[in-house]
């Protein structure tokens, strides 16, 4: 990936690699979880143990292999389960559909399900070679007869076994090949060889796409943004021009919400019912309450929560704040930790002051106050319910319900001091020049003169 980010810590829909597989693990009711690990990556655990917190991690100390990977969770293979489902972290599209496909197999007698597709280009993948509906071997290609070199039902990786013979399968997959490594497609022979059934499960090449370059990263993110898109509208949301807008993999939507093009959002976003998100607004880490309407060119940042029926229009930017039932920021406006309430009016251009350099500081805006244009509201403040604030005032200390509060200079009025300014500045560039008629006199002169 030429990268200093693990490979798995990469994300696509605003999520990890790791955290897409293992989510769709737990979705297709994995319970036990066991994680596999290199040495030196605490970054991976870390994010491992966030994401499932009673997961238990195993050190693969060597690269020797998939099946040695897997042995590295030999303590957790013996504790013993119905099902073993092993799968990379590094293919995030797989389904908890297609998961639970390979888990009937294994309830309907097979001990190996192997999750295979058809490929588009078969060359470079591991063959299926199947016997009726028994698969036979797993061969990779360099291993492959020319005719098996033919098929195209390709290996995907990911694979299936019964809890019961999975120990004894793997721990049988101890004669490494020339590159002194175990491979867990070994598995299918040597199932076959206990007198133990092997299957193949088919499914879309995209849902086993793996990921080892930042291309294959973008291809696998525009394949991901295309379901999520897809499941949208199928739940009824209007997108207006689905190709510009980039959702989260946790992104829900309630009913009749539309969204403009060119709209991106960051994980953590909850809209609800009738919500209009207008073009070219980012969101993330925010709820939006019924029938809000954001943007266009608005910033909801972690934090945000807003009411219903609560405006948020261009310019505005919104940052761990509560934004309460019918209040208003059309434009020009920044709110950081702050409660701005019911039916409050945020003029264009006010801020919240919310850092001192050192801390954050809250500014608690009432019910039905009137912030005016340009307002400056040093935190921490509170302004009242039903209180005005000034345009231009920069506010340091709280302002008391229904009262008005101004903070600036003082208007001077000077009468016809414009005029006499334009007067001035006429007479002055007059002045710098020689009047048109008497320089071209001299010159003639001085023609003259010089002719003689």
Request: hydrophobic share 45%; glycine share 12%.
């Amino acid at each position: 990936m030429r990268s200093t980010l693990p490979k798995v810590l990469h994300a696509i829909g605003g999520r990890s690699l790791l955290a897409h597989v293992l989510t769709t693990a737990v979705d297709a009711g994995g319970g036990d979880i066991a994680v596999v690990v290199g040495p030196g990556h605490d970054a991976v655990t870390k994010s491992a143990l966030a994401i499932a917190p009673r997961a238990r991690i195993f050190e693969q100390r060597e690269r020797r292999g998939t099946a040695h990977a897997v042995l590295a969770a030999r303590d957790a293979l013996a504790a013993g389960a119905d099902d073993v489902l092993v799968m990379f972290a590094d293919t995030p599209l797989v389904t908890a559909a297609t998961l639970r496909a390979l888990r009937a197999a294994l309830a309907d007698g097979a001990a190996v399900a192997v999750l295979g597709f058809t490929a588009a280009d078969p060359h470079g993948y591991g063959r299926l070679v199947m016997q009726g509906n028994d698969l036979i071997a797993i061969r990779e290609e360099r291993d492959a007869s020319d005719d098996e070199r033919h098929i195209d039902f390709c290996n995907g990786g990911l694979m299936a076994l019964n809890g019961a013979h999975a120990l004894a399968i793997l721990e049988r997959i101890g004669n490494a090949n020339a590159k002194g490594e175990y491979y867990l497609t070994d598995a299918v022979a040597i199932a076959r060889d206990m007198g133990l059934k092997a299957v193949a499960i088919e499914t879309a090449e995209d849902d086993v796409r793996g990921i080892n370059t930042k291309a294959q990263l973008a291809e696998t993110e525009a394949v991901l943004q295309t379901r999520l898109r897809a499941a949208a509208m199928e739940a009824g949301v209007t997108l207006v021009a689905p190709e510009t807008v980039f959702l989260s993999a946790d992104t829900t939507f309630g009913t009749d919400v539309i969204i403009e093009p060119n709209v991106v959002f960051g994980p953590g976003v909850t809209v609800g019912d009738g919500v209009t998100i207008r073009s070219f607004s980012h969101l993330e880490g925010a709820r939006i309450g019924k029938g809000a309407r954001i943007g266009p060119y608005a910033r909801l940042r972690p934090g945000a929560d807003l009411g219903a029926d609560v405006h948020i229009g261009n310019f505005v930017e919104i940052k761990a704040s509560t934004i309460e039932a019918g209040a208003k920021a059309n434009h020009l406006a920044y709110i950081g930790d702050a409660r701005v309430g019911e039916g409050a009016n945020i003029g264009a251009g006010t801020i919240t002051c919310n850092y001192d350099g050192v801390d954050k500081h809250r500014t608690d805006i009432g019910k039905r106050a009137f912030i005016g244009s340009n307002a400056s509201l040093v935190a921490p403040v509170t302004i009242g319910d039903g209180a005005y604030v000034g345009s231009g005032s920069v506010i340091s200390k709280d302002v008391p319900a229904e009262a008005l509060a101004l903070a600036r200079g003082q208007q001077i009025t000077k009468e016809g001091w414009a005029k006499r300014l334009r007067e001035f500045k006429a007479l002055s560039k007059t002045a710098g020049k020689k009047p048109a008629a008497k320089a071209g006199k001299t010159a003639a002169k001085k023609k003259t003169k010089k002719s003689r």
